[in-house]
């Protein structure tokens, strides 16, 4: 019996692949497992490969696993494409698609035998007990149920539902093409039994998402009525929730002729009193540059989503990075602090995007959130989230005694100043990117840019002296330490678990504000840390690199970075922990040496 | 509808020209022809008595886009080329608002060209007034999207290669629904057309040419400009007639043609008012929005 299982499953586009994954991890999901989903394609629309990675267990998951345990491959040549993201073990069941046989050179699969390899004619089957090779998805999601004891019932309820809206035959069809799947699995049983562990306490209603329909839920409720955007991959969903949902709430959404159209809507919705919120990937993000300056100078709310993708350029516009930091805390010109969020899971989405509107409404400023594919895309099941707890922050508007003689852009002591709208009687003024003097009139006066330069920056000292945004979990005198965030902070959550059952002392700091860098907290948490890592998903590790900028980091920290594309293992950490510990053990024996 | 807003009806005689008027001096060369749009423009909107804090007024970058400042309303000073954006913005977020959006040609037709297709088919109901003196002034006389071939500037110091943008053929080609054309030379002229085009329920469009007097050919001077001025009333066309509008508007860098040149007699619905139908439509039995993750609960 197992607790946790991590399926990998890789096919060509149209084999059903992600929607086998989605099947099971809803089926999973109403049984009352913890789960979380991640898809990965060629950038393609049809054809070409396609895959998904499935983690089901008894508790809460905090990222995608590391080595598969069941590998399920339609078709060998597209399995092999996702070598790195999903990694075949010795403890790894492989089923694999008889028909496509296997080529003799690749079984060790990149040198590792795995537990065991199944050969099950999967097309055969769909064809003869469904009628169709098209039900090969739900063989497999047959075989799943009778190997693995996960979704018996729940799988095949789910499959009705949908196919029921087409017609009986279908459901029928698919129901033997499952049966068929479970049949095969109990006549070829495991040489491991690898069930799940059932579940007595169901733990009750789940809600089932993905982090860019939670980031966009989460801009509705923190009152967002305007979304302004273009279609860019892997953010395009949140675009799509909004022009679902938004109009029920007086909001409006406007799919824009290009990235700066969809900004400056944005930014001119916000200028006209409401919330609003634009949404894109890497290119867009350097074409929205422009507008975020101006919308820094002009001391307007706005939240922008930056749901990172492989970069530079078209990069690889389909799967997971972290190269976007340095983009999004120092793309414009001119001296400006932009606030940067970062969610670490499709739950902290809803929490991390709230934060976002609140912080540009509050600091009258451009906030980026800064979503990763990997999140973005992957979805989750996850607690229903007690909503009452969440604070919505409004903007600063000016009382009756401020439009006596209205200054837009007020010298006040903690720097903001109340902002009015049209529509507002005495409020007028004029907004520009144009430096300006206190009522908003244009000036090329340097004391004045100067002090405006400083109204605009000092205005965030708080915002770095706020400790919620930062995750910081284990000893707080630990020696070893690690720093990460986005969707890597899943991947460290769990290595620190599994480090700490390995009995190493180690803590972790998550970030969810990167910028402006909180300095304090960071030196506080350096404090006892003598070897560390940060962890990042980044050439060039940003992160380790802006950090340095701002402050002096203990000597013993080292980066830990690389492209994206293929995830972090938990394991792969707490393998550099261990290393780190020994340099460690080496240098304070050095330092036991007599001094006198 | 905010509190402090008055219902959309215009009441004429509450506002004069003057209350249009800001307190910034403009920056603008003496003799420069935007002073002329500058007053055309307070007129129009006394007309129409909107009060200003009703107002928002939307620029690019440039001379011209200088203009807001210089008008007591709400106004936004934004960046090259992105007037139009910002104003539907401002439009979808609040219908309410009258919205004016202001500029020169190159802000217009060079950087931000490619937004005006999209506010055009889109039929936002904003004015957008261009005033064209066919160069570039604040960056000190370099070629425009409107200046003629062969014309010498410091960019095209042999002369250009290019040929001119014709911003009236382009918005009627695009399916604007009100296109007109006026001169500084006739400030009573212009500012009745900047009325009309304000009041039009739509996306209107007035090509104003507005002489620069640093930078600007002599043709492009007040006294060219009235040489080859004429109205379009005195040619008879029918502002109804598409076609005759296309086929004046090739007048254009020959001919001044004053007036207007199309006016939808059935006028499109706007994308802001869809907006709200829309909104009303599907906010009808809306579950409260705190109960939005509910979406997510699979049943």
């Known amino acids: 019996m197992r607790k946790d299982l991590v399926f990998g499953m890789a096919g060509s586009g149209g084999d059903g692949i992600v929607s086998a994954g989605d099947s099971l991890l809803q089926a999973a999901s109403a049984e009352g497992y913890h789960g979380v989903m991640t898809k990965s394609f060629g950038s393609q629309i049809r054809g070409g490969e396609s895959s998904c990675r499935v983690r089901i267990s008894t508790d809460p998951v905090l990222n995608p696993g590391g080595n598969l345990d069941v590998a399920v491959a339609l078709n060998w040549e597209d399995f092999l494409k996702f070598g790195a993201e999903l990694p075949v073990a010795g403890t790894t069941v492989v089923i694999y698609e008889a028909a496509t046989g296997v080529p003799e050179n690749q079984i060790p699969l990149v040198g590792v035998t795995p537990l065991q390899v199944i050969a099950v004619p999967i097309a055969e089957m769909a064809k003869a007990h469904a009628g169709t090779e098209r039900a090969k998805n739900t063989v497999v999601l047959g075989l799943i149920a009778g190997w693995f004891g996960i979704g018996a019932v729940a799988v095949m309820k789910g499959i009705s539902k949908k196919l029921a809206k087409k017609s009986q035959e279908l459901v029928d069809a698919n129901q033997k093409a499952f049966d068929a799947g479970m049949a095969f699995a109990k006549e070829h049983p495991l040489k491991a039994d690898m069930t799940i562990v059932p579940l007595e306490n169901k733990g009750g209603v789940k809600l089932l998402t993905d982090g860019n329909d939670m980031c966009a839920a989460a801009a509705i409720f923190a009152g967002c009525q305007f979304f302004g955007g273009y279609p860019i991959t892997p953010s395009t969903e949140i675009m799509q929730f909004f022009t679902n949902h938004v109009w029920k709430y007086g909001g409006a959404v406007l799919q824009a002729e290009d990235e700066i159209a969809g900004i400056g809507a944005a930014v001119g919705a916000s200028f006209a009193g409401k919330k609003a919120m634009t949404a894109t990937s890497g290119p867009g993000l350097s074409l929205k540059s422009e507008m975020m300056g101006l919308a820094s100078i002009a001391e307007l709310p706005l939240v922008i989503v930056d749901v990172q993708r492989g970069g530079p350029s078209t990069g690889l516009p389909t799967k997971t990075e972290q190269s976007d930091l340095f983009a999004a805390a120092f793309s414009a010109h001119g001296d400006v602090i932009r606030p940067v969020l970062a969610p670490t899971s499709v739950a902290d989405t809803f929490r991390t995007t709230i934060e976002a509107f609140n912080i540009a409404e509050y600091y009258q400023t451009p906030v980026i959130i800064l979503s990763d594919q990997e999140i973005a895309s992957r979805k989750e099941t996850l607690d229903p989230i007690d909503t009452s707890q969440f604070k919505i922050i409004d903007r600063l508007k000016p009382t009756g005694a401020d439009l006596q003689d209205y200054k837009r852009f007020k010298q006040t002591e903690n720097h903001i100043s109340p902002i009015s709208h049209p529509g507002m009687l005495g409020g007028t003024y004029l907004a520009s990117g144009i430096e300006h003097v206190e009522s908003g009139a244009p000036t090329n006066s340097g004391s004045v840019h100067a002090r405006m330069n400083d109204k605009r920056t000092k205005k965030f000292d708080p915002l770095k002296e706020r400790k919620d945004l930062f995750e910081i979990t284990g000893n707080p005198d630990a020696p070893l330490a690690l720093v990460a965030w986005g969707s890597v902070a899943g991947v460290c959550r769990e290595a620190l678990q599994m480090a700490r059952e390995q009995g190493l002392d180690v803590k972790l700091m998550v970030p969810y504000l990167l910028y402006p860098v909180a300095e304090q907290t960071y030196r506080d948490f350096f404090a006892s840390v003598q070897k560390g890592l940060v962890v990042e998903q980044s050439h060039l590790a940003q992160t380790f690199k802006v950090l340095r900028m701002h402050l002096d980091l203990p000597k013993g920290l080292q980066s830990l970075a690389r492209s994206g594309a293929n995830p972090f293992l938990p394991g792969e950490i707490v393998a550099a922990l261990h290393h780190l510990l020994a340099e460690l053990q080496r240098s304070h024996e050095g330092k036991l040496q007599p001094q006198e | ?299």
Not at chain 2, 94 to 112: K, T
């Open chain 2, 1 to 299: 509808m905010s509190a402090t807003m008055t219902p959309n009806v215009n009441t004429p005689g509450d506002f004069q020209a003057k209350d249009y008027k800001s307190d910034l001096k403009p920056i603008w060369c003496p003799g420069c022809g935007d002073y002329s749009v500058v007053q055309g423009i307070y007129r129009a909107l006394a007309a129409i008595g909107r009060p200003p804090h009703e107002i928002a007024f939307i620029s690019g970058i440039g001379c011209s886009s200088r203009i807001p400042g210089y008008t007591t309303a709400y106004g936004f000073n934004t960046v090259h080329g992105r007037a139009l954006p910002i104003a539907q913005g401002i439009k979808l977020a609040n219908p309410d608002l009258l919205v004016l959006a202001a500029g020169g040609d190159g802000d217009g037709f060079s950087i931000g060209g490619g937004h005006i297709a999209h506010l055009i088919r889109r039929n936002i109901d904003i004015t957008y007034i261009v005033m064209d003196n066919q160069i570039y002034g604040l960056t000190k006389g370099q070629l425009s999207p409107t200046s003629q071939k062969g014309r010498t500037t410091c960019t095209s110091p042999h002369g250009s290669l290019e040929n001119p943008v014709n911003p009236l053929l382009y918005v009627l080609a695009y399916g604007a629904g009100f296109v007109a054309q006026a001169s500084p030379t006739d400030l009573v002229g212009m500012a009745a057309i900047i009325e009309e085009a304000i009041r039009y329920p739509g996306f209107a469009f007035v090509n104003i040419q507005s002489p620069c007097v640093t930078y600007g050919e002599e043709a492009q001077q007040i006294k060219g400009l009235k040489a080859i001025s004429e109205t379009l009333e005195s040619l008879g066309h029918d502002p109804s007639d598409r076609l005759a509008a296309m086929n004046l508007a090739q007048n254009y860098g020959t001919k001044l043609n004053l007036g207007v040149f199309y006016r939808n007699p059935e006028p499109a619905p706007t994308y802001d008012g869809l907006v709200r139908e829309r909104q009303a439509q599907l906010s009808q039995g809306a579950p409260s929005k705190e109960r939005i993750l509910d979406l997510f609960i699979k049943k």
